[in-house]
Nanobody, 119 residues
Framework: QVQLVESGGGLVQPGESLGVSCAAS????????MGWYRQAPGKQRELVAA???????NYAESVKGRFTISRDNARKTVYLQMNSLKPEDTAVYYC?????????????WGQGTQVTVSS
């Protein structure tokens, strides 16, 4: 059984920084694309950033230059460092991982972690 456990998140003031992480556990034979999505109240879930197994990254325009996604393949963990946070970054952040487990290739989601940016 594969699980994704997120940590980090919380309440910060505008302009501050915050990091979130997501660790995969269970019987995993390979991890491919890892990413972070977010969903604000009343809005659709949107891609924030993604990183391939080779380290290529992709960012939403709204976070380019402020957020950095990274991964540690040995630890099966993906990170999102968020700098210069804005109130509009407030949302529940979900990690998403494409991997091969005992059931074959599948897409997994973390439980979500709240990030609130407010003065």
């Amino acid at each position: 059984q594969v699980q994704l456990v997120e940590s980090g998140g919380g309440l910060v003031q505008p302009g501050e920084s915050l990091g979130v992480s997501c660790a995969a556990s269970g019987t995993i034979f390979g991890i491919y694309l890892m990413g972070w999505y977010r969903q604000a109240p009343g809005k659709q879930r949107e891609l924030v950033a993604a990183i391939t197994s080779g380290g290529n990254t992709n960012y939403a325009e709204s976070v380019k230059g402020r957020f950095t996604i990274s991964r540690d393949n040995a630890r099966k963990t993906v990170y999102l460092q968020m700098n210069s946070l804005k109130p509009e970054d407030t949302a529940v952040y979900y990690c998403n991982v494409n991997l091969v487990g005992t059931g074959g290739f599948a897409d997994y989601w973390g439980q979500g972690t709240q990030v609130t940016v407010s003065s």
